[in-house]
């Protein structure tokens, strides 16, 4: 078991033919990753990678068949068009790898992805792996170092930075301790599958024996997962970082957001409801490997 | 978040149909003075600056007649409040006001979907009505599909207890902000206070929009210069950083400023970091150590090697910092050679003299570590490569200990120099920048080793002569990826052919002025 994606999992990749894109699909497929077509439209007929290139996912599903998974690598101002025409075609996971993506193209494909009961990770994602069955997006950047870096086993890593989401995983599988998959959520304050979503995944997950949590300051993400675990939908170890004690607390964007949101958003309110509902919240990153492994030896005890 | 001016605000919401006072933007005591007199009534000054709480900073002052205005304005003037030097006032009629509200919109990240915020109470300390009143307080989310529907916004107004002529005026008013709000990809916005006045008339008495910077290409009307959140105008060199981000969406690129003036006094140093999560552990890192940032920057998402270097130049246009950190999460998914070359070449044409640690890890490190120790030997400081395996604490400790041995213990900013290339160049176009080889030096060239360095195979000999081997335009296109190992190995294994000229538009006037200063 895993999460949202395995070996099984049939991948297309939006934007297959542009830089990234290209470069990115050799990594899926020298990991494994079953991608089974890419779409760049105008572009059709051609191949990259050995991978067939169509004009639509609709036309890439009417060819290849069922298509579980949508990577898509596009610029950011035709990021709502592609994700769109996923969602409509019926893909129900997309990865959306792009950096500035406008607010209202995310809310737009939040709403238009309810409808149709399809998720998203991103925008602005690495992408997720589980190791040693598929890699989506640019995690790890080539399938060796993905291979070398991360390692299959029973702990879950969801993480709001990029570069950390690696860091992380590569510190645990230094420690021998692997991990069942390993999701970096996106950079933005607007994300389709966030902290409490990913966490409730793993709680799913029997795979899963325990999360390790990369947070930060600004948004409720990290609060909102206390909530779940006080009201006992999340019931797992979880081990959690937040960076940016030492940035300086920012002007108040307005004093709409300091109504909704009151104190929640800082360092300290995160890390104080955190440890109110018996997180273990770790001062530095290097001492999460040892938490973990210190949790692992005592067999998962949820004794914090 | 860029953030509008008041008068921009205002300016936005005339046009969707909301009332807002009578007024004009002034730059001068003069046109205060005209402004009041076209105006014809008492009027209020309000300085235009990022800041709330102004009225408390003698930010807003009042004025019966077009003398006093004047008079006033001429004391408010080039003064300074906070980060801001004054050199915009407002000045409007001053209204008769009967009672005040609050309407604000922000993007909730729990609901995932736009939120309206409104009160019958407003004003000054909102927050704090807020919480000791809560029944004041309205919300409703908004489906971003359908948008804000005339009933809810009557809804909303009604759970504060206000009916009749008002109820319909106020949620007339909360539509149209609404759709302001949303045409020009508002990431937050507010109406504070939202105004009755005397003879019955709702007026927006002040506003704020902050547009989403990722939204901001939509909208070169607004005419925001640098679409990052700021708390006080961006700096020349910011300005000419985003200049160089805007023209390159290879990786993103991301620079500010972070002390006033880089004194001597302090240990200043350069930081460059790579990514969000792992620039913030770096920056505690060398915080922690006592060292102060005169910058922060971040290259990341899989940045050129241009990129990098134009972002270690701009670092290096600062004066007195006395190290260059650079550091990111270290374990990268981008290819790290592409930021070691970029240095490389960026520390070469500094003739850096100030220590470096740069932490590399990731993705081909050991390549990008032995760039930097093969290539920066001959430069005066000291500068070494790290990887995943040295933590952040360990590389800010080595910088100390560098720092400490290092003489001159400052950088020092130099003009910027074009190359003197000779006549007759072989030369073609990149996506930024242009690249150049003198072919009278090519026969000597034993190994002919750019060809092979070329890894996006665009260079074919001919004649015993490295040329394109794809056309001009696909290499102006982007064939050409800049990243600049051809010019590497050319200049340290060969015959210092081959150069990519990378300009930064606006680099060389700010450096002249540094430089006068510094002479001064």
Redesign the interface.
Known sequence: MSVLVNEKSRVVVQGITG??GTVRTRLMKDYNTRVVAGVTPGKGGGKVHGVPVFDSVVEAWENVGQIDISVIFV???LVKNAALEAIDAGVKLLVLVP???????V??I???AQDKEARFVGPNT?GLVSPGKAVLG?????AE?AKE?FCPGDIGVS??????T??I??YLTEEGLGQSTIIHVG?D???GL?HPEIMELFEQDDETRMVVM?G?IG???EE?VADLIETGKFTKPLIAFI?????KS???????????EGSRGSYESKVKRLKEVGVHVADS??DIPKIAKKLKNSNYSRDR | ?ARLYEFQSKKLLKEGGIRVPEGEVACSPDEVRQITQRIGKPVVLKIQV???GRAGLGGIQFAETSEEAENKASKIFGTKVKNFVIDKILIEEKLKIKSEY?A???????K????L?FSSVGGTG??EI?RSHPES?S?ASI???TGLKDYEARNLIRRTKISGKLLLQLSDVLTKFYNVA?QY?A????M?PLVLTEDNLVYAADC?L?I????V??HPELGIEVAR?F?RPPTWLEKIAYQVEEKD??G?FYFFQMAEEVSKKDKFIGFHG?????S??S??AV?NRGFKLANYCDT???PSASKVYRASKIILSQPNIRGYFAS????????QYHSARGMVKAFHEEKLSIPGIIRL???FEEKAIEILGTYLKDIPAKVEGYG?DD?PEFCAQRLEELIKENQPAYHEVKPVVDPALPKNCYFFETMTGKLSIDHNKCPDCRTKGCIEACKAEILKLEDGKPVLSVSQEEAKK?KCTECLACEIFCTFHEQDAIFIHLPIPGLREYREEIVKKSKE
């Open positions: 830089r990234e610029p950011a101002f950096d500035r993506v406008p607010i209202f193209d809310l737009e939040i709403r238009l690495l640019m995690i790890g950047g080539r170092r870096w993480s709001r930075s990029g570069g950390m690696s860091a995983s590569y950079g304050a607007i994300l966030s990369f930060e948004t409720t993400q909102r960076g940016g004690k030492a940035a920012g002007t108040r964007f307005s004093h709409a957001g300091a109504i909704i990153v290097s | 978040m990022w800041l709330t609050f604000g919109l922000v993007i909730d990240d729990s995932k979907s736009p939120l915020i909102i927050e807020a307080v919300r489906d971003v599909l949303r990809d990431r937050s916005a507010e504070n704020h902050t989403d910077d990722y939204a290409f939509r959140e708390d969406h290879r993103t790579a990514g969000g999560g792992g913030m552990m920056m505690d915080l990341s998402g899989n990111g999460s270290g374990v990268a998914s981008q290819e890890g990731g993705n995943r933590s982007g």
